[in-house]
């Protein structure tokens, strides 16, 4: 077999959010390096096609909505002993910050915030994630170098999954179990189609990043890749910019 530090062989991993976007490209990506993979999302017929491209044998499908307490319990008991966790689920909503409400945040933050540290404790009181697991958290630029325009609830909800993953980082040291975060810059996914956002104004919008456009889902996957894998094996507590340099302009 060819030397690969990066390979996933003999894991197994766990991605939510894995219907769409960042998540899909994760799943797919790791199994095509080996590893075993549990899916969960809330969209069956999305994740069934998520499902269908993976590459090997031996992978799950969970259907869960992790908004509720009963959702995390019935993933965590369908999990096996995991090796890797990427916790992708997540949604945005602009909103200027005049309009945010109670009501707004708790659309926001019961899903961007709450669901993935409930997930990832319930994981960890289960003994899902022995020794030697690496857990990813997927935040934002957003949470690290500051919002945009109608973004201050999303970047607050980004930004409190960075901080918790920082000291999470230095809970879990001892225990052998790494914990990061990668922070993407603007990605193409299926978030964008549907969206009063036009191509014309994503286009725009390219040209401020020096690489002169957006990243794609799967340059993202091959990130989280390395922090799942045994070539990140000294790195923990980290935010891991994503970004094609634009956090560089801010």
């Avoid at 790791?30 to 017929?45: F, H, P, Q």
């Avoid at 325009?149 to 930004?159: I, T, V």
């Avoid at 810059?185 to 956002?197: A, D, K, N, R, V």
Wanted: hydrophobic fraction near 40%; charge should be neutral; proline fraction near 5%.
């Amino acid at each position: 077999m060819a030397y690969n530090p990066y390979t996933l062989e003999n894991k197994t991993i766990l991605v939510t959010g894995a219907s769409s976007g960042i998540g899909k490209a994760t799943a797919v990506e790791c199994s095509r390096l080996g590893a075993k993979l549990v899916i969960t999302g809330r969209n069956e017929a999305r994740l069934e096609e998520t499902f269908r491209q993976l590459e090997g044998s031996g992978h799950t499908k969970i259907i869960a909505d992790l908004s509720s307490d009963e959702g995390i319990a019935a993933l965590v008991e369908g999990c096996p002993e995991l090796n890797g966790f990427v916790n992708n689920a997540g949604i945005s909503r602009p909103l200027p910050v005049q309009f945010v409400t109670r009501e707004k945040m708790n659309e926001l933050f019961p899903v961007n915030l709450e669901a993935p540290i409930l997930l990832f404790t319930s994981l960890l009181k289960k003994k899902k994630l022995p020794k030697g697991s690496s857990v990813v958290f997927t935040s934002s630029i957003n949470g690290v170098t500051g919002g945009g325009l109608s973004e201050s609830l999303y970047s607050a909800s980004k930004g409190a999954l960075s901080g918790f993953v920082k000291s999470a980082a230095l809970d879990l040291a001892p225990k052998g179990i790494r914990v990061n975060c990668i922070c993407p810059g603007m990605i193409e996914t299926e978030l964008f189609s549907g969206s009063p956002i036009t191509k014309e104004q994503l286009a725009e919008n390219a040209k401020n990043y020096p690489l002169k456009r957006h990243g794609k889902p799967e340059e993202v996957a091959w990130a989280i890749i390395f922090l799942l894998g045994d070539a990140s094996s000294f790195v923990t507590g980290s935010n891991l910019l994503i970004d094609g340099g634009i956090s560089d302009k801010i």
